[in-house]
């Protein structure tokens, strides 16, 4: 990033630790948020509440989400209508503006993709702008390799970032990391070249329920673990493995401009 500089610390829940925190003689933080990972996919009853209270704890200017939000599938959308009043109802108490990204298990299918829409007040793909900083939301629920990213949310994407090639930081979300199946094997990776020709500054992922990270051509690509889901070892809580219950606290850091105003304009299909 040219202007600016972004920390990420992970932080644990229901473990024994300190609340993130700057350290040193830090930049001044341009604006702070938090980001909410999977919470379904065979969830833990009570960690989403818990991982959202000690969000509030921390005063984020802005909450995001990486897809999953309820268990979702089937065609029983009278229990589908249930789970998406019962993780609403949770994250009503977030106390600064939240922006969700759909996961696989939020949709599924055609009627899946509707509900999304009514419940949410969301496009499973949009972009929105806050502070000195360009949130690109995609939607990949249905796509499980970058080869098979639609064509039409690809001609969206290409033209939106374009638009926002000036932006002081651009960061994509996507729930799967389809980057995985090709950049860390040194495959080819059209999403990846999008990025890199247009400045993208960190991309940022969720679907594996626990923690990684990487950088390519300057790139950080992060996935962050399960904030509520099924995770291997929830006896142990593995940190080695980075499977652990947690959300992500990003803080985006002026460097050499003045803050700009808060905004969350939005820009649709």
Known sequence: ????????VVSAVLLSCAAPGASGDAPEPAFRFAILSDRTGGHTPGV????????????????????????????????????????LTMMSVLEAPCRLTPGNHDIW?????????????????????????????????????????????????????????????????????????????GDPDPLHDLFVKYGVDAVFSGHLHHYFAAEFDGIDYTV?????????RADVQSVERGEFF????????????SPSPRDLSTSRM
């Open 1 to 8: 990033m040219n202007r600016t500089c972004m920390a990420i």
């Open 246 to 257: 947690q959300f992500a606290w990003v803080t985006v850091c002026l460097l050499y401009t």
């Open 109 to 185: 299918d055609d009627r899946s993709e509707a509900v999304y829409r009514a419940r949410t007040g969301e496009e499973p793909y949009y972009s929105f702008d806050y502070g000195n900083t360009h949130f690109v939301v995609l939607d990949v629920s249905r796509v499980d390799y970058v080869e098979d990213f639609p064509e039409g949310q690809m001609e969206w994407l290409t033209s939106d970032l374009a638009a926002n090639v000036e932006a002081e930081n651009t960061f994509v979300l996507m729930h799967k990391p389809l980057w995985i199946q090709t950049l860390l094997v």
């Open 224 to 232: 962050i673990g399960s904030s509520g889901g099924a995770i291997a």
């Open 48 to 87: 989403f509440p818990s991982v959202i209270d000690e969000i509030n704890l921390l005063n984020p200017d802005l909450v995001v989400t990486m897809g999953d939000h309820i268990e979702g599938y089937g065609e029983d959308y009278d229990r589908v209508e249930a789970e998406w009043d019962s993780v």
